[in-house]
């Protein structure tokens, strides 16, 4: 996937937005510009049919738009962006892309565009509103957020969690333990919904034949993935397996 430099978002719209940055400030901006940090999250629209995935890189903000297709197919828009204080949104520099991707392969099977241009702001009800200035393919869409947990899968222990997708409101995560050599040994799906005022998840579901459980999913300080589960708290990892 290419990676758009925001570097030169910075060049080409310092002017009229906060203060440029040096090389060697590069990767602090949400330090340097907090009132950015309100943008940084996961939000959906359409039954999680569009997602927005917004997130801090090389000085600014990354902002990739997923669109699920039928079959094995999705498009995807992707933007550099700066806070614009004065208007109270994030604008982009003018590069964004706009491709199609197989999402078995993840090869582009379309690439329709370079140039593309956008805004992104609030409306009154908190819920993100994309200005697509090259093919208006927002209008109508208002998306709502669901926190920094999309397509994440960690391990706690020989237990293995993925917020894999989301639907009628709430996370779908399937739950695994895995064996030694990460075969897996039991699995089951959970439901958690998103808190957007604690910033959390809340997750229940059982092991066949087994009590109900619920878990709490939340960042850190340190803005580590943790584990809640009667009232103990485990730092997850990272995981790497694959099915």
Same mark, same amino acid.
């Not at 690439?111 to 209008?139: M, P």
């Not at 994440?152 to 997708?165: A, K, L």
């Given at each position: 996937?290419?990676?758009?430099?925001?570097?030169?978002?910075?060049?080409?719209? $310092?002017?009229?937005?906060?203060?440029?940055?040096?090389?060697?400030?590069?990767?602090?901006?949400?330090?340097?510009?907090?009132? &950015?940090?309100?943008?940084? $999250?996961?939000?959906?629209?359409?039954?999680?049919?569009?997602?927005?995935?917004?997130?801090?890189?090389?000085?600014?903000?990354?902002?990739?738009?997923?669109?699920?297709? =039928?079959?094995?197919?999705?498009?995807?828009?992707?933007?550099?962006?700066?806070?614009? &204080?004065?208007?109270?949104?994030?604008?982009?520099?003018?590069?964004?892309?706009?491709?199609? %991707?197989?999402?078995?392969?993840?090869?582009?099977?379309?690439?329709?565009?370079?140039?593309?241009?956008?805004?992104?702001?609030?409306?009154?009800?908190?819920?993100?509103?994309?200005?697509? %200035?090259?093919?208006?393919?927002?209008?109508?869409?208002?998306?709502?957020?669901?926190?920094?947990?999309?397509?994440?899968?960690?391990?706690?222990?020989?237990?293995?969690?993925?917020? %894999?997708?989301?639907?009628?409101?709430?996370?779908?995560?399937?739950?695994? %333990?895995?064996?030694?050599?990460?075969?897996?040994?039991?699995?089951?799906?959970?439901?958690?919904?998103?808190?957007?005022?604690? =910033?959390?998840?809340? &997750?229940?579901?059982?092991?066949?034949?087994?009590?109900?459980?619920?878990?709490?999913?939340?960042?850190?300080?340190?803005?580590?993935?943790?584990?809640?589960?009667?009232?103990? $708290?485990?730092?997850?990892?990272? $995981?790497?397996?694959?099915?």
């Amino acid at each position: 996937m290419r990676k758009i430099w925001v570097l030169v978002c910075l060049l080409c719209l $310092s002017l009229c937005f906060l203060p440029a940055y040096a090389e060697d400030d590069i990767g602090y901006y949400l330090d340097d510009c907090p009132q &950015a940090a309100v943008y940084e $999250s996961t939000w959906v629209a359409e039954n999680g049919l569009w997602r927005i995935e917004v997130y801090a890189e090389d000085g600014g903000l990354k902002l990739m738009i997923v669109h699920k297709l =039928d079959g094995s197919q999705e498009d995807i828009w992707e933007y550099g962006a700066l806070l614009n &204080a004065e208007e109270d949104a994030l604008v982009s520099a003018p590069f964004g892309l706009h491709y199609r %991707q197989d999402t078995v392969t993840y090869d582009w099977t379309d690439t329709y565009y370079e140039d593309g241009e956008a805004t992104f702001s609030f409306n009154d009800e908190g819920l993100l509103l994309w200005n697509d %200035q090259k093919e208006d393919a927002g209008k109508g869409l208002a998306f709502t957020k669901i926190g920094r947990f999309f397509g994440g899968r960690w391990m706690n222990g020989d237990r293995e969690v993925i917020f %894999q997708d989301w639907q009628d409101g709430q996370y779908d995560m399937p739950l695994r %333990q895995r064996g030694q050599d990460g075969e897996i040994l039991q699995s089951t799906i959970l439901k958690g919904v998103y808190d957007p005022a604690s =910033d959390t998840v809340t &997750a229940t579901g059982a092991w066949e034949g087994e009590t109900p459980m619920t878990l709490l999913f939340a960042y850190d300080e340190e803005n580590n993935l943790t584990w809640t589960e009667n009232g103990e $708290s485990t730092t997850l990892e990272y $995981s790497y397996f694959t099915d």
